[in-house]
């Protein structure tokens, strides 16, 4: 088993529909999140590449769906899904986006898993609820992940992971759904989440 080199992530293509995403060839994992949550600057954590996805200090920036090929192989890809329960863009803008992440997450046979991104001082906020909702319904793997732990002591952060733990444990929502803390900013957690990634992508 050939251990993935997230290093190795280079910008493949970005995508308006489902129709112009590339080929349903390889495995591909995907972030989502709400648009301030930290999901292109854990991407770039964890790729090592601070401006592979392009992060901005206006949460509603990414509108398209935007793959990265890993290890040289277009086969083998993180996709960047555009941030979602960002109120301050145009409605018809909001509706397309939310139309568009809908369509990739129910019809895209090679998606392996999704990691979704939660400011960890604001979890499971409705749109994040919706997103659980929907890897239970479709079975599909679901990894959260709770970003921004440096704005936590490590006694809170733990707290609040217990909490969602337990929430998701008492839902039996645990058979489908894992998580963990993670910091863009100190790099904790990266480990944990590359080794996660991995089992989803290597064959």
């Not at 997230?6 to 970005?14: G, R, V, Y």
Request: hydrophobic fraction near 35%.
């Amino acid at each position: 088993m050939t251990k993935i080199n997230f290093n190795s992530a280079k910008f493949l293509i970005s995508a308006p529909s489902l129709a112009e995403c590339p080929p349903e060839h390889g495995a591909e994992v995907a972030f989502a999140g709400r648009s301030n949550a930290g999901k292109s600057s854990a991407i770039n954590t964890l790729t090592r590449n601070k401006n592979l996805s392009r992060t901005s200090k206006t949460p509603g920036c990414t509108q398209l769906i935007n793959f990265f090929q890993l290890q040289s192989s277009p086969k083998l890809r993180l996709v960047d899904l555009p941030g979602y329960g960002y109120a301050k863009v145009p409605q018809a803008m909001k509706n397309r986006w939310e139309e568009n992440l809908s369509q990739y997450l129910s019809e895209r046979q090679c998606l392996k898993g999704v990691v979704l991104t939660m400011d960890i001082r604001h979890p499971m906020q409705e749109a994040d609820v919706m997103m659980v909702d929907w890897a239970v319904q479709s079975e599909i793997s679901l990894h959260v992940l709770l970003t921004k732990r440096d704005k936590l002591t490590l006694g809170e952060a733990q707290k609040s992971l217990q909490k969602i733990r337990k929430e998701l444990q008492d839902s039996g929502f645990d058979k489908f759904i894992t998580a963990q803390v993670f910091s863009s900013l100190t790099g904790e957690g990266v480990d944990e989440l590359a080794k996660h990634l991995g089992n989803w992508l290597e064959p």
